[in-house]
């Protein structure tokens, strides 16, 4: 049972102020990802919270209690490093026995919850190796063995499969997704890999610039992101966002990409739900590949247009679609579109497409 | 083979007109070297191992007569050269324990963020630099029973460090332990600097306490590093000769080398000297060795 909660945290390195008024509550046993690029504060949140960085104004609280004056060893939290830091001048099991041999624990115990954890992690057979005659993979086993081996409060993770090459990460991601639901702790996991943030977590905690910008499950993240940066930042390939205007015509709403002649068009009700927004401009439209589609056939709704550049990722193609000024990228079968230069047909889902103030960013909350 | 790894001559400079090759100014810097060490080391290194078994006195014109192990059977049934082996061995311990106490202790508090941390260690480098001769001296001034500063800073009256039979050899040691703590602390601090910090907080998460950091992360982690120190001043202060000789004139304090010194230059025993310093020899070379296997095994790690 561990509750990890930031009241109001603030961090600065010199004048720089590295996180901003964070405020977060973390449940007990949730898999929390903290998503954001390199330098937006969740490395220094994360250390913050494991006492390995002091935080300069707020409150970190496990179980109610504050803790940000506590050194890192009272705070009882594990931590995975995205360099392993294993010890190198000692064995795998000696590194898994580290924590339990450094606060005294008889021979016999530490010895029995050694060979439990390297059951779980399937790293028995390599208990008597060096760190060094080890592959990334299973250092980081080792790594998680030796956070888990004690029954931490809570597992912190910094990264701890972005030193490894795409196949074994991959690997170990569902490999850590195993073992939480095995082993079941309070877990904070941070990530600049949307993909990995997406398939791990409870809750995704999105951050920029020292900013917390989001908090959701991920299909909420996905679904319903809160600004621009959240809808950019999660989903691969990535929103297409465009500069647009909303009007009325013959009945419906009709949404014009900049620079385009003719707009899509959108249920009349959109008019009423961006409350006047649409006639004063400065409004963003957000669309997913996948609410972009794509005929062979003028048809209903549908505008011409022209395909650009075609990317062919096997299980789908994304297709650059010139539309005004703008591209648009839709996500289509592979092989649909069969030649860059095709002239095709492509409407929006109003179901799918997301509108955002331009100047501050925020999504305007508007779902059809 | 050695041609391949040797970068070549540009033809087009001053060297290569002047008709000089790669070759030509390989040697032409080498060979004096070379030249040097055979002329100087190699060679008396060879010809005192003939001088050894023999009676050979240099100061008297008497041909060298031929004793075989003679030498070394007198030497190492001598308990006079055993008592001076002795006592060299209790010096090694003592300064080379108390310089790598010292060395280590202050590597650690200099290793960390302190203001001046450059100047500090240049300064404290600073006893490593002088010759031994004037560190004897100076040391000999500040040993004075009556008016040397130490006796005046620690308030010990007339208090013989020198003169004391049971004292002098530790005043050596202490001595040697204030001139060469530098260069224990000089490479501890490199290797101290070499400990990853995340290993540190590493063992911070996993609640590790400072005792166990250190005895199980740091030390370990510096003691390859630690053991060349060791090596290098065990092997020095085996062969000791300045600071004791210039310190101290007691029996007690007669290292190895002083035997050695009168052995050859007051009693002209040369033959027997000769003995004696390839006795010595095999000895350092012997510790050296055991030193060298346990670093290498702690390599390994």
């Known amino acids: ?368 | 083979m050695a041609t391949a790894v040797m970068t070549t001559l540009d033809p087009k400079s001053r060297a290569a007109s002047r008709g000089l090759s790669d070759i030509s100014i390989r040697n032409l810097f080498i060979i004096p070297t070379i030249v040097f060490l055979i002329v100087f080391n190699i060679f008396p290194l060879l010809y005192s191992l003939g001088y050894s078994f023999t009676d050979f006195r240099a100061s008297t014109n008497a041909p060298a007569n031929f004793v075989g192990l003679a030498n070394y059977r007198a030497l190492l049934n001598d308990p006079f050269i055993w008592s001076n082996f002795a006592i060299t061995a209790k010096y090694v311990i003592v300064s080379v324990a108390g310089q790598v106490l010292v060395g280590f202790g202050v590597a650690m508090l200099l290793n960390r963020a302190i203001p001046f941390k450059g100047l500090i260690t240049t300064l404290l480098l600073l006893p490593m630099m002088l010759s031994m001769a004037v560190v004897g001296l100076f040391w000999k001034l500040l040993y004075n029973p009556s008016w040397g500063v130490i006796n005046y800073v620690l308030g010990l009256g007339n208090f013989e460090w020198l003169s004391n039979p049971d004292m002098a050899l530790y005043a050596i040691a202490i001595t040697d332990i204030w001139m060469w703590s530098p260069f224990v602390m000089l490479l501890s601090l490199a290797g101290l600097s070499a400990v990853p910090k995340h290993l540190y907080e590493a063992a911070a998460i996993d609640r590790a306490g400072p005792f166990y950091t250190f005895f199980r992360i740091t030390l370990p982690l510096v003691a390859p590093i630690l053991m060349i120190a060791i090596i290098f001043r065990t092997m020095e202060a085996f062969k000791t000769f300045d600071l004791a000789y210039i310190l101290s004139s007691q029996p007690t304090t007669e290292v190895i080398s002083i035997r050695l010194y009168k052995m050859a230059f007051q009693e002209w025993q040369t033959g027997m000297s000769c003995a004696l310093a390839y006795i010595v020899l095999i000895m350092v070379l012997a510790i050296t060795n055991i030193y060298v296997k346990y670093l290498n095994k702690v390599k390994e790690r």
Do not use: W
Request: aromatic residues 6%.
């Open chain 1, 1 to 368: 049972m561990t509750q990890i909660e930031l009241r109001g945290v603030q961090k600065y390195f010199g004048a720089v102020q590295v996180i901003k008024n964070l405020n977060l509550k973390i449940e007990d046993n949730e898999f929390i990802v903290l998503l954001g690029q390199s330098g937006c504060g969740k490395t220094t949140t994360l250390r913050a919270i494991a006492g390995l960085e002091t935080i300069d104004d707020g409150d970190i609280l496990i179980d109610g209690a504050p803790v940000q004056h506590l050194k890192c060893s009272d705070r009882d939290i594990a931590m995975v490093f995205q360099s392993f830091s294993l010890y190198p001048h000692m064995t795998v099991y000696e590194n898994i026995a580290f924590p339990l041999r450094a606060t005294r624990i008889s021979r016999g115990e530490v010895d029995k919850e050694v060979r439990e954890i390297a059951k779980v992690l399937r790293i028995t057979d390599l208990l008597g190796r060096k760190p060094s005659a080890l592959s990334g993979g299973d250092m980081q086993r080792v790594a998680i063995g030796r956070a888990l081996v004690r029954r931490p409060k809570a597992m912190l993770m910094d990264e701890p499969i972005g030193a490894l090459d795409a196949k074994l990460r991959e690997e170990m991601r569902a490999e850590i997704k195993r073992l939480h639901l095995k082993q079941g702790s309070t877990t904070i996991y941070v990530t600049h890999d949307q993909i990995e943030a997406m398939s791990l977590a409870d809750r995704i905690v999105i951050m920029h610039e020292g900013i917390l910008q989001q908090v959701g499950t991920p299909s909420e993240v996905y679904a319903h992101p809160a600004n621009l940066f959240v809808a950019q930042f999660v989903g691969s390939p990535v929103m297409n966002v465009a500069p647009a205007t909303v009007s009325e015509s013959a009945g419906a709403a009709q949404v014009t990409v900049e620079g385009a002649g003719q707009g899509f068009a959108f249920p009349r009700e959109l008019l009423s739900r961006l409350n006047g927004k649409a006639s004063a401009g400065g409004l963003s439209l957000g669309i997913r590949p996948e609410g972009v589609i794509v005929a062979h056939q003028a048809g209903d709704g549908f505008l011409p247009v022209e395909a650009h550049i075609i990317e062919p990722l096997g299980s789908y193609d994304i297709v650059d679609l010139k539309v005004g000024s703008q591209m648009l990228r839709a996500r289509t079968r592979s092989g649909y579109v069969a030649n860059a230069g095709d002239r095709v047909y492509a409407k929006l889902d109003p179901a799918q497409a997301h509108f955002f103030d331009t100047e501050s960013g925020n999504s305007l909350g508007v779902r059809l």
